[in-house]
């Protein structure tokens, strides 16, 4: 290597080398002392999303027969964290000595960060629901996740004009995308189709007949199953009724029970629409004819080791929460990965869409979606 | 004592840091606060498609004839064989706005100095230079490392050249070698998106050669498929790793490390190495009059490293349909650098890597689908300055569609019709899951006093806290995938010959 000259006398050379680290310390011993980290990004962060957040109902509203709606304020009174409409967060309760997680969107507008609303349907032998149904009073307080999901309008991706498909709660994430939407103008166009049973389980429907006055841009459509009146489309949402709107660039939001995706998704296929123009809800998939039969489920967390019973048709969530095994959990239909443990052995009936390809090579599971078949060990990290 | 050495933070040099000791015999604790190992070196899912999140390429790889030096480390680790990587066929491909004009260089030193000789004629002399000084900056480094010589006139007598380049900026040097002002353009260019002026030539040149000698590879399955393997190994050898365990507090006493401690837990230890940073241990995790004075005057007088915006895009089309056949996308708004430099005070400036992860990894999504990551980098406080929590989720729309158009722009496709999958990271973003204050992801910047040389040479003098080493993006090495990795070794080794000592 032929010698290159930037300094030609060595003893510079050799003294601006040493610079380098003499000039370090000068700069150290002259820079602040301060011993106090300015991070205003770490306060937007928290801000926005807060690991979790202690709440208060403040108010009760009686919707519908079996839908009650809940007012949740701050407890230190702060306001709550802006949110993406369409978002959910994971509401923590205590029954009988057992913590338990669920998560409801949030069915309130955006821009109130005030109070968040959750609304709540009491589903027939359904633990929590039942319980903040029959039992939450106003007073009452709560832990729950800051907002969480991926169900969201996204004016990059989606198109301008955009269909929404809803049957009961399913509207609770459905409504803030309309209210963001309009007010926002950011749509040219919003068709709804909200399905229910009967006229009376309908929710909001003054709200939404409102908001359709008001915006010229905003179309509502109710269907009902069970009863047939005046204007109101008696059944389901079939390929006839969609066929007759102009589907072409149109975004789809679904969210509902399962047999409407499960239908609609039918549909779908059969209007040849590329899935780029229809977003779900995550839901979880009913896994069908599963009996109670028990088995022993083996539970490896830090230096402990716990064995309890589960039962073929109970996710291996749902019994660590019944026997006091807390883990973590947020959306509990095996979409946001929180979850995540390691099988170590035992057969299982699970849901493999949302795992990482290394994680299922590795044996990684989602607990909130895995059924046991046998004698099942886990791990939880 | 339960543990000779408590690791926090299971990220890329954390893992390395705690599988390195834990094969030489130490009992190895890594306490994570989040609910996996690898940090940003891991991936996430959306619909059908699964990102990565920070990995573009792994430089100084290379393949089984032809080992870089993270190869060599992954054989030490004994987990080169457990990874499938992808050989890249590109060292760099470079696009300049302004000019309309692309650029493709080969991998390996020859070919990469023929092709530069074809896009800028007489700078073959320069090049070959400027390659024979890359050689001896590397030889002098691990000489220095080898023998831990301290001494300048030692170093001046075998590495004269070393001495004379480590307080130069990089410009300065490719000048004083004779390089025509295009070649330095070029050079400059396959780093511009994220280094900043003051860029020191030694590891500039330490970089661009490791880049260009070894092929870059990526993993099959995302950089979540070396997270994964890291941690399983450290686990096999005995490690142990406990998630969703936010370390609270470093307790010193005299000037030494004797616990660490999470919310519900305290261990007893004297060893600690903080793969996170330096500003969050001495700041937020050991009680102010423990920690000497220089330590903050050390931290204040660091300039962050760069902040990031990353738009993850699936698109329901395959790269060939789209018209994209390279795997990285250089992108510049022109190839002077100094101009450059100045923008990247901008959150918008315009500078960007798009990665085609399909034209490294074909089955990477399924057929007829593509994976694109764009990430530019900035430095600076508009962030905060513009962002707000009531603005937030607008704004990071902007700054993605932005991207998205330059990208669309520069390269001359169009991609927004075909998104079926978006995600948008920003600073907030990155505070949240690695909590490097302000959300930045390049560690402190490499300048002058405080390059990477200069990290080195004061590693021992700046020990303020006996036991408390600290690896990582804001280590010595300064940050990126191959920096993290061999930094995370030497860690290992220091703190096991501290070990040893008592
Ligand atoms: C992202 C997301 C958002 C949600 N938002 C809302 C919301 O806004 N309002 C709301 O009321 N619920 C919402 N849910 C459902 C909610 O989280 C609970 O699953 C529901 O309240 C039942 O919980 P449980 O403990 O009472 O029943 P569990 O004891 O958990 O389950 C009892 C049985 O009911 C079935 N089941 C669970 N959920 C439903 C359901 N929604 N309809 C019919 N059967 C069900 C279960 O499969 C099980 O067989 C949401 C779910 C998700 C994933
Ligand atoms: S709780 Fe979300 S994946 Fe299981």
Not at chain 1, 165 to 183: F, H, K, R, S, W
Request: hydrophobic share 35%; charged share 30%; aromatic share 10%.
């Amino acid at each position: 290597m032929k010698d290159i000259i930037i300094e030609k006398n060595p003893k510079k050379a050799k003294a601006k080398f040493d610079d380098l680290f003499l000039a370090r310390e000068q700069i150290i011993k002259s820079a602040s002392k301060d011993a106090k980290l300015h991070d205003s990004i770490k306060n937007l962060t928290n801000t926005l999303h807060p690991k979790n957040i202690e709440v208060e109902v403040t108010k009760i509203v009686e919707e519908t027969k079996n839908v009650k709606s809940f007012y949740l304020k701050r407890k230190e009174g702060e306001t709550l964290p802006n949110f993406e409409a369409g978002s959910y967060i994971t509401l923590e309760i205590k029954i009988n000595d057992r913590i338990y997680k669920r998560p409801y969107s949030i069915s309130s507008n955006p821009k109130n960060t005030q109070e968040y609303r959750i609304t709540i349907k009491k589903v027939p032998d359904g633990l929590v629901s039942t319980h903040v149904y029959d039992n939450c009073k106003v007073g009452d307080v709560f832990t729950i996740s800051g907002p969480l999901g991926n169900f969201h309008y996204n004016k990059i991706r989606d198109e301008k004009d955009v269909i929404f498909l809803c049957g009961g709660t399913g509207i609770t994430p459905i409504l803030p995308m309309i209210y963001e939407l309009l007010e926002n103008q950011k749509v040219n166009s919003i068709l709804l189709y909200y399905g229910n049973q009967k006229k009376e389980d309908i929710l909001w429907e003054t709200n939404l007949e409102e908001l359709q006055t008001k915006y010229s841009n905003f179309k509502v459509k109710f269907l009902l199953t069970e009863e047939e009146i005046e204007n109101y489309i008696y059944g389901n949402i079939t390929e006839e009724i969609l066929k007759k709107e102009n589907l072409n660039g149109k975004s789809f939001f679904v969210c509902g029970p399962l047999e409407m995706y499960k239908s609609l998704n039918e549909i779908f296929k059969k209007l040849d629409i590329p899935n780029k123009y229809i977003r779900h809800e995550i839901y979880k998939e009913e896994l069908e004819n599963l009996l109670r039969i028990e088995h022993k489920l083996t539970i490896k967390k830090e230096n402990q080791t716990y064995t309890i019973s589960c039962y073929e048709n109970e996710t291996l969530l749902t019994s660590m929460e019944n026997n006091h095994i807390n883990p973590k959990a947020h959306c509990t239909v095996g979409e946001c990965g929180f979850c995540r443990s390691k099988l170590l052995s035992g057969e299982i009936k699970t849901e493999i869409s949302s795992l990482r390809k290394k994680d299922i090579e590795m044996k990684y599971i989602h607990p909130c979606v895995t059924y046991p078949l046998s004698d099942v060990s886990i791990e939880l990290p | 004592m339960e543990y000779d050495v408590i690791v926090i933070g299971a990220g890329n040099a954390g893992l390395v840091s705690a599988l390195t000791l834990q094969k030489k015999g130490k009992k190895v604790l890594i306490l994570e606060k989040s609910k996996m190992a690898g940090g940003v070196s891991s991936s996430f899912k959306r619909g059908i498609f699964e990102f990565d999140i920070s990995l573009s390429k792994l430089t100084n790889y290379g393949n089984e004839e032809n080992k870089g030096e993270i190869f060599h480390l992954f054989d030490r680790l004994g987990i080169s064989s457990k990874i499938t990587m992808k050989e890249l066929e590109h060292s760099f491909h470079i696009i300049d706005k302004e000019k309309k004009e692309s650029y493709t260089f080969p991998v390996g030193i020859d070919n990469f100095i023929e092709q530069m000789e074809a896009y800028v004629p007489n700078s073959k002399v320069s090049m070959i230079t400027f390659f024979g000084l890359a050689e001896e900056i590397r030889d002098a480094f691990n000489y220095y490392n080898e023998q831990q010589v301290k001494n300048t006139e030692d170093l001046y007598l075998k590495f004269p050249n070393f001495v004379q380049l480590a307080p130069c900026k990089t410009k300065e040097v490719l000048k004083k070698i004779g390089m025509p002002e295009k070649a330095i353009e070029l050079l400059v260019a396959t780093s511009l998106p994220e280094k900043n002026e003051d860029e020191n030539f030694v590891s500039f040149a330490l970089h661009l050669e490791n880049s260009i000698k070894f092929p870059s590879v990526i993993p099959t399955l995302t950089s979540h498929e070396i997270s994964s393997v890291l941690e399983k190994e450290f686990l096999n050898m005995g490690g142990k790793i406990n998630y969703f365990k936010e370390v609270e507090e470093i307790e010193v006493e005299n000037k030494m490390v004797k616990k660490v401690k999470t919310k519900d837990k305290s261990y007893l230890c004297n060893h600690v190495i903080a793969n996170i940073s330096p500003i969050t241990v001495y700041c937020n995790l050991i009680k102010k009059e423990e920690v000497p004075k220089e330590a903050f005057g050390l931290q204040n007088s660091r300039d962050l490293g760069a902040k990031c915006i990353t738009v993850y895009l699936g698109l329901n089309k395959s790269p060939k349909e789209i018209g994209l056949t390279k795997y990285q996308y250089i992108i510049l708004n022109s190839l002077q650098s100094e101009k450059e430099f100045k923008k990247m005070n901008q959150i918008k400036n315009g500078n960007l890597y798009a990665t085609i992860r399909n034209n490294g990894v074909e089955v990477s999504s399924r057929e007829g689908t593509t994976e694109i990551t764009l990430t530019s980098y900035f430095y600076g406080r508009d962030f905060e300055k513009e962002v707000n929590s009531s603005n937030y989720y607008e704004k990071k729309q902007e700054f993605a569609e932005f991207l998205i158009e330059s990208f669309e722009a520069s390269t001359n496709t169009s991609i927004k019709e075909y998104i079926e999958e978006i995600e948008i990271a920003t600073p907030v973003t990155f505070n949240r899951y690695t909590s490097h204050p302000f959300g930045v992801v390049k560690g402190f910047n490499e300048k002058g006093y405080d390059n990477f040389l200069s990290r080195y040479f004061t590693e021992e003098k700046e020990t303020f806290i006996k036991g408390l080493s600290f690896c990582g993006g804001f280590g010595s090495r300064a940050s990126g995938y191959e920096n993290t990795y061999l930094n995370g070794e030497e860690v290992a080794n220091k703190v096991y010959e501290e070990c040893m000592e008592k």
